[in-house]
């Protein structure tokens, strides 16, 4: 599944690609999957293909097309403090994003079938915290991350105590005969996204007995694996990690942290009402305009003509020309300087303890 807009050289072509084609339409989505580089869920040697728009499967390691993780976080409809269930969470890939517009008083919590992918979706968790600059620098100082935990087990088991959820995905086919199960997930006023019956499906828990069902797009997903009872008949029940209240101590490193923010934000606004200019927040890509060629079949003869763009001129051979050798010359070498951790410098510069500045910083030493 995919193959819905053009590959890109980077992760922010990929995106711009996304959001020309309309499968981004939000300022938020977009923000979380520029702040997550889709290759660092690949594996080393599949990583010339990340930036496609295009399914990859190796083993038991699955990522969908970056085209349906769009209109799944576009159909989420996500905010700040909400509890998530990823039914199906593979890598991580689409938890680390909507745990970036959850913050740090939301829940974030992931079901996979596979244990070899839990720990694979664990080593990308620990390198996004701990490479990311997704928390500290300028474009992306609005994210706190609710970090996703990862259970074992099969999703059509989890244990009838759990708690209901204010948002889930299924990212496998739901048959239609779980479908009242995955609905009971939700909490009222919850939605729930899946493919049910080849369609991205968005159904929205508007009453304790009421729904609203919207089909998205056309999908082919492979269905859900039954549960494997074992021999005495009776199945394993997949028991959800406990909601737990934040220490005092984490609620104030929260705050602290949202104050440096609101100061850094109050400087970065008065060095720009003094003249100097705002930074470019994402690289955008140059568009090239093409001549459009036309071939006409006249039953059965055959007659080609160049029609011509309307920006044309009667210099357009020239143009070419000059074109030419615009491509003929040596592309100086760019270098391109690493994203400054603005809140990093900022906390490592206050007159604290180092263990202190330490945890203020987002990653530390589990």
Not at 105 to 121: C, K, P, Q, R, T
Not at 209 to 237: C, M, R, Y
Request: hydrophobic content about 35%; aromatic content about 8%; overall charge negative.
């Amino acid at each position: 599944m995919g193959g819905a807009v053009s590959a890109g050289e980077d992760n922010d072509e990929l995106i711009d690609n996304l959001k020309e084609a309309q499968y981004i339409r939000t300022e938020l989505v977009e923000q979380a999957f520029r702040a997550v580089d889709r290759a660092d869920y690949y594996l080393e040697e599949f990583k010339d293909n990340a930036y496609k728009d295009l399914a990859w499967k190796h083993g038991n390691i699955h990522l969908s097309a970056p085209c349906i993780y769009s209109e799944v976080m576009e159909a989420l409809d996500l905010q700040p403090g909400l509890s998530f269930l990823n039914l199906g969470s593979g890598t991580g890939y689409l938890s680390s994003m909507v745990g970036l517009i959850l913050g740090p008083f939301g829940v974030n919590h992931g079901v996979e079938l596979h244990s070899d992918v839990i720990e694979y979706a664990k080593q990308k968790l620990d390198f996004f915290i701990r490479t990311s600059d997704s928390f500290d620098n300028l474009s992306f100082l609005r994210f706190e991350f609710c970090e996703p935990s990862f259970v074992t087990g099969n999703c059509l088991e989890i244990s009838p105590d759990c708690c209901q959820y204010d948002r889930v995905y299924c990212g496998a086919g739901v048959q239609k005969e779980h479908e009242d199960y995955m609905k009971n997930l939700l909490k009222v006023g919850g939605i729930l996204v899946m493919p049910l019956e080849e369609k991205l499906t968005k159904i929205t828990r508007t009453g304790p007995s009421a729904w609203e069902t919207k089909k998205i797009l056309a999908v082919s997903f492979a269905p859900l694996i039954q549960p494997n009872h074992t021999d005495s008949g009776k199945s394993k029940l997949v028991h959800l990690p406990p909601v737990t209240v934040r220490s005092l101590q984490d609620l104030a490193r929260i705050s602290i942290r949202s104050t440096i923010k609101k100061l850094i934000h109050q400087e970065v606004a008065g060095r720009n009402v003094n003249g100097l200019r705002n930074p470019p927040r994402f690289k955008r890509r140059r568009v090239r305009r093409r001549r459009m060629e036309t071939i006409v079949f006249l039953d059965k003869e055959v007659f080609a003509s160049r029609i011509s763009n309307p920006s044309d001129d009667n210099n357009c051979e020239e143009l070419e020309e000059e074109s030419r050798e615009e491509l003929d010359k040596p592309v100086p070498e760019l270098k391109t300087e690493p994203p400054v951790n603005i809140l990093r410098e900022k906390v490592l510069s206050l007159p604290l303890p180092d263990p202190l500045k330490y945890y203020l910083l987002y990653y530390r030493e589990k």
